[in-house]
């Protein structure tokens, strides 16, 4: 159990366009899911927590307008990277937040790689 | 945003050996856990430590919550040459309407057979 999904697992596109990145909880409920963003050889920067029917958090530094975050049901939250720019090109990774008794454990999507041209 | 220091940044071992990484912090975290990233994929969860001092084990795998909060260690023994890929500790807090982990900064391990 506890199986997180991604789409699509690559996109290019080209400079001022939009892209929708899905992240879905196949097997559970997931109250929060969380979105990063990692660079090339570096560790996982958290961009926002998002939590059904309420807008997402954003991190310090992350602009909400450009990283629209929808998050429609408890196995569903988007990430729109709106007008997209090269400097976004990065791998996108979604996870979702599974409750089991007091404990939550955070399951990781496999990723998203977005090409920005 | 805050990372966790972790070291070494990588390693270079021959199969067989045993490998040792560990993770500090500043601060406390109620939970600590350890993950592993294979090349373009996500973190996969390896062990979880929910109490200081706990030692928790997952096959080749140990991994002890530091007595202060503020580290953890993992041993990986034996190792395979599919031990290969990028290791990330994460720090949680609990409180407030979300419980985010902070990243370790990741050590690769190399594991030549």
């Known amino acids: 159990g506890a199986v997180v999904s991604q789409h699509p697992s690559w996109v290019i596109c080209k400079s001022g366009t939009s892209v929708k990145i899905e992240c879905r909880s196949l097997?559970?409920?997931?109250?929060?899911m969380f979105w990063y963003r990692q660079f090339p050889k570096q560790s996982l920067m958290l961009m926002a927590t998002?939590?059904?029917?309420?807008?997402?958090?954003?991190e310090q530094g992350v602009e909400k307008d450009k990283f629209l975050i929808n998050h429609a049901s408890l196995t569903l939250s988007t990430l729109t990277v709106t007008s997209a720019h090269p400097e976004d090109s990065s791998f996108y990774i979604c996870?979702?937040?599974?409750?089991?008794?007091?404990?939550?454990?955070?399951?990781f999507g496999p990723g998203t790689r977005l090409l920005v041209l | 945003g805050q990372q966790l220091n972790q070291s070494p940044q990588s390693m270079f071992i021959q199969e067989g050996e045993d490998v040792s990484m560990n993770c500090t912090s500043s601060?406390?975290?109620?939970?600590w856990l350890w993950y592993k990233q294979d090349p373009g994929e996500g973190p996969v969860l390896l062990i979880a430590?929910?109490?200081?001092?706990e030692l928790t084990s997952n096959g080749r795998l140990t991994a002890q919550f530091g007595i202060t909060r503020k580290d953890s260690f993992l041993n990986i023994s034996a190792s395979i040459p599919s031990d290969v890929g990028i290791y990330f500790c994460?720090?949680?807090?609990?409180?407030?309407?979300?419980?985010?982990?902070?990243f370790g900064t990741g050590t690769l391990l190399a594991v030549q057979p």
């Open positions: 601060s406390i975290f109620n939970t």
């Open positions: 996870s979702a937040t599974r409750l089991a008794g007091v404990q939550e454990t955070q399951y």
């Open positions: 994460a720090g949680q807090k609990y409180g407030g309407a979300t419980n985010k982990l902070i």
């Open positions: 998002s939590n059904e029917g309420s807008k997402a958090t954003y």
């Open positions: 097997d559970f409920q997931a109250t929060t």
């Open positions: 430590l929910y109490k200081a001092g």
